[in-house]
C-alpha cells in the first residue's frame, strides 16, 4: 500500500472512530443514563458545529484533497492538524479513563483512534519529507 493510500485510509478510520465513539456514547440513553446538561435550552450551540466541523468534516476534505493535492503547504498544513489532532486523540483516552475506569467500550475505541492518529503522523511525517 502507497503511502498516500495509509494516510487517507488513516484519516477515514479516525472518521469511523469518533462516529462509533459518539453512537457509544447516546448508547446510554437505551440504559437510562441521563446526559441532558444543565444549561441545555434545546437548541445546539454553534460551537458544537464548530467542534464538530473541526474534528470530523475536516479530517475527511483530507482524506479527499490528499489523493489530489501533493504541494508542500498542504503537506505542512496536514500534518500540523494531524499533530493537534494526535494531541486532542490522546488528552481525550486519558481523560474518559481518568472519569471512569469502568468505562471499557470507550477507553479501547479512543486508544484505536489515537494509534490510527499516531500512524497518520508518521505517514504524513514521511510523506512531508519526500521530494515531490
Not at 446510554?28 to 444549561?39: A, H, N, S, T, W
Not at 434545546?42 to 464538530?52: L, S
Not at 483530507?62 to 501533493?70: H, M, P, R, T, V
Request: contains cysteine; charged residues 10%.
Amino acid at each position: 500500500m502507497n503511502t498516500i493510500t495509509k494516510i487517507a485510509f488513516c484519516w477515514i478510520l479516525i472518521i469511523i472512530g469518533l462516529a462509533y465513539h459518539t453512537q457509544y456514547e447516546l448508547s446510554g440513553l437505551f440504559f437510562g443514563e441521563d446526559i441532558k446538561i444543565p444549561e441545555a435550552n434545546g437548541k445546539m450551540p454553534y460551537t458544537v458545529h464548530y467542534f464538530n466541523i473541526a474534528i470530523t468534516i475536516i479530517p475527511l476534505f483530507f482524506s479527499l484533497l490528499i489523493l489530489f493535492l501533493k504541494n508542500m503547504v498542504f503537506k505542512w498544513i496536514s500534518f500540523t492538524y494531524a499533530v493537534l489532532l494526535l494531541l486532542l486523540n490522546v488528552f481525550h483516552v486519558v481523560t474518559t479513563a481518568v472519569e471512569d475506569i469502568s468505562n471499557l467500550t470507550q477507553i479501547v475505541l479512543l486508544t484505536f483512534v489515537a494509534l490510527a492518529n499516531a500512524l497518520l503522523v508518521l505517514e504524513l511525517n514521511r510523506w512531508r519529507k519526500e521530494v515531490s
